[in-house]
């Protein structure tokens, strides 16, 4: 299957402080990606699609200020989580799809993100 | 409202004992359904999915799963756990429009644990 990568596997940043988390998918053109948050013990909530070179679509109760999606290229797509407080750290998972019909999105392997 | 409800929040089961995992959903159209593992720390592993056509599915690892319109479910099962299947397994519906399958409602999961 394809691959997508994710970067950092984990971080930890101070309270105040902005974090920028990469998704590559490595071996294919990825027309759309997904951000996914979650919590400990909980599932995958989607928190907002990005086509690339359009502006993020996101989620119902995600701040797009705070959180921010950028997908420029076809393969990368970046999430920068701003002036992060604690309440922020989660484990964060993308996924990419080309698009084509009925093809699955592929998982990178998340980044778990820590702020004290 | 869509939702997918995985009624089993931990099964731990004996090594080489059988296993089934149950997902129900609720969606207003018929979905795609998929089962994901995840491994602690780690992101997600497509074990199989369900477009259409035959309605019992084969996925990796010796899994399958087998979709009931009738019961809106789609539980995984296994004929004989191996102590590496001990992960959480997460049952998830997507849109049916051909399109990228990325937009995807996940269940709350359940942790599989394997006695010796």
């Known amino acids: 299957g394809a691959v997508v990568s994710q970067h950092p596997s984990w971080v930890i940043c101070k309270s105040g402080t902005s974090v920028k988390i990469e998704c590559r998918s490595l071996?294919?053109?990825?027309?759309?990606m997904f951000w996914y948050r979650q919590f400990p013990k909980q599932s995958l909530m989607l928190m907002a699609t990005s086509n690339e070179g359009s502006k993020a679509t996101y989620e119902q109760g995600v701040e797009k200020d705070k959180f921010l999606i950028n997908h420029a290229s076809l393969t990368l797509s970046t999430l920068t989580v701003t002036s992060a407080h604690p309440e922020d750290s989660s484990f964060y998972i993308c996924?990419?799809?080309?698009?084509?019909?009925?093809?699955?999105?592929?998982f990178g392997q998340g980044t778990r993100l820590t702020v004290v | 409202a869509q939702s997918v409800t995985q009624p089993d929040i931990h099964i731990t089961v004996s090594e080489g004992a059988s296993l089934e995992l149950r997902c129900n959903y609720s969606?207003?159209?018929?979905?795609?359904l998929f089962w994901y593992v995840q491994s602690p720390g780690q992101g997600l592993q497509l074990l199989l999915k369900?477009?259409?056509?035959?309605?019992l599915v084969q996925g990796i690892k010796g899994f399958e799963a087998e979709f009931k319109r009738s019961q809106s479910s789609f539980n995984l099962r296994k004929p004989s756990v191996h102590w590496s299947d001990a992960a959480e397994y997460f049952c998830a519906v997507g849109p049916n429009y051909g399109g990228s399958q990325g937009n995807l409602i996940f269940g709350k999961g359940t942790k599989l644990s394997v006695k010796p």
């Open positions: 369900y477009f259409s056509g035959d309605t």
């Open positions: 996924s990419a799809s080309d698009n084509r019909g009925n093809t699955e999105a592929f």
């Open positions: 969606y207003g159209a018929t979905p795609y």
């Open positions: 071996d294919f053109q990825a027309t759309t």
